[in-house]
């Protein structure tokens, strides 16, 4: 069973548009929401986190939003860049101080296409 | 230099063998990771530590083992290479319950 979905395999927006990247989880005990970025050939880099006490975290031309209610977050790139070329990976982890701590559930990943 | 290395970066080899991922780490951290990624799976856990004593499964540990034989390094092996297992293996390192670090990924093909 899928905890973190990521619905969209693949996303091409124009450059300098907006991308925005989608996320659902299922379980409640989900504290702390997480996004990588990784291109071919190498690990997964951090890109931006949200804990389940905000609904918003901006970081630069990044901002991720969270709805606990809709159990959704999404990741919005403005304005989008080719060098954002790039799979997206949603993760969470369970709730914080927990034996379970620190243990991320990923998402099945998004590759996002910028055109220049 | 790179905090997380892991080697080899490429590996063939065949059903039965046996076969040994290693992953080292400068960062200092003492907890880490074991993933593989498969194509519209994402990455899913194998196995982690959280010290050099905790050594812990994770979502898939079958056919699967590890070893932390120091704080910087967490070996992953497989004791008998069947051809489900071929994937893009990736080890990450952690501060307690913070961001992890990845390293570039091993990618293990199994004939």
């Known amino acids: 069973d899928q905890q973190v979905k990521q619905n969209s395999p693949s996303l091409s927006v124009q450059e300098g548009r907006i991308s925005i990247l989608n996320c659902d989880y299922t379980?409640?005990?989900?504290?702390?929401f997480l996004w990588y970025k990784k291109y071919p050939a190498e690990g997964p880099t951090f890109l931006i986190s949200i804990s389940s006490i905000k609904d918003k975290n901006e970081d630069g031309r990044f901002t991720v939003f969270l709805n606990k209610s809709a159990k959704h977050l999404s990741l919005h790139i403005v304005p989008s860049q080719p060098g954002d070329s790039a799979v997206y990976f949603c993760a969470a982890s369970p709730f914080f101080g927990s034996s379970n701590t620190g243990k991320l559930i990923f998402g099945q990943g998004t590759t996002l296409q910028v055109k220049p | 230099d790179a905090d997380v290395t892991q080697t080899p970066r490429n590996r063939i080899t065949k059903t039965g063998k046996r076969i040994m991922l290693e992953c080292s780490q400068t960062?200092?951290?003492?907890?880490m990771y074991w993933y593989r990624q498969d194509p519209g799976l994402g990455l899913r856990l194998i196995y982690y530590s959280f010290d050099v004593k905790d050594i812990n499964k994770g979502e898939i540990s079958d056919g699967y083992s590890v070893s932390r034989q120091a704080q910087a390094k967490f070996s992953l092996s497989l004791e008998s290479a069947i051809p489900n297992q071929t994937a893009l293996y990736f080890c990450?390192?952690?501060?307690?319950?913070?961001?992890?670090?990845f390293g570039p990924g091993t990618r293990l093909l199994v004939l």
């Open positions: 960062k200092g951290h003492d907890r």
């Open positions: 990450a390192t952690s501060e307690r319950e913070e961001t992890q670090y």
């Open positions: 379980n409640s005990m989900f504290d702390y």
